[in-house]
Nanobody, 117 residues
Framework: QVQLVESGGGFVQAGGSLRLSCVAS????????MGWYRQNPGSRRELVAT???????NYADSVKGRFAISRDNAKNTVYLQMNSLKSEDTAVYYC???????????WGKGTLVTVSS
């Protein structure tokens, strides 16, 4: 069973930075997609940044140039470095992963990021 555990959320002033971490229960090399989504109450969950095995790294237009996704395979961890944060970045951030030949999406429980203006 895949388990994803996020950490690193918190409260920050606009213009500040945070780094989110997502630790997987197994090797992240097994995933064919892995990354971050975010969601606010009443809104749809939206892609923030993802890795695709053998493909490009994808970023939402709203975070390009400010956020960076990275990974440490030895630690089974994916990171999201968030710089120049804006109030509209406030959301619960979820780690996401997908396995080859498995239609189920795997999600963490989320970590709250609050940016004050």
């Amino acid at each position: 069973q895949v388990q994803l555990v996020e950490s690193g959320g918190g409260f920050v002033q606009a213009g500040g930075s945070l780094r989110l971490s997502c630790v997987a229960s197994g090797s992240i090399l097994a995933f064919n997609v892995m990354g971050w989504y975010r969601q606010n109450p009443g809104s749809r969950r939206e892609l923030v940044a993802t890795f695709t095995k053998g493909g490009p790294t994808n970023y939402a237009d709203s975070v390009k140039g400010r956020f960076a996704i990275s990974r440490d395979n030895a630690k089974n961890t994916v990171y999201l470095q968030m710089n120049s944060l804006k109030s509209e970045d406030t959301a619960v951030y979820y780690c996401h992963a997908g396995l080859p030949f498995d239609p189920r999406p795997y999600w963490g429980k989320g970590t709250l990021v609050t940016v004050s203006s």
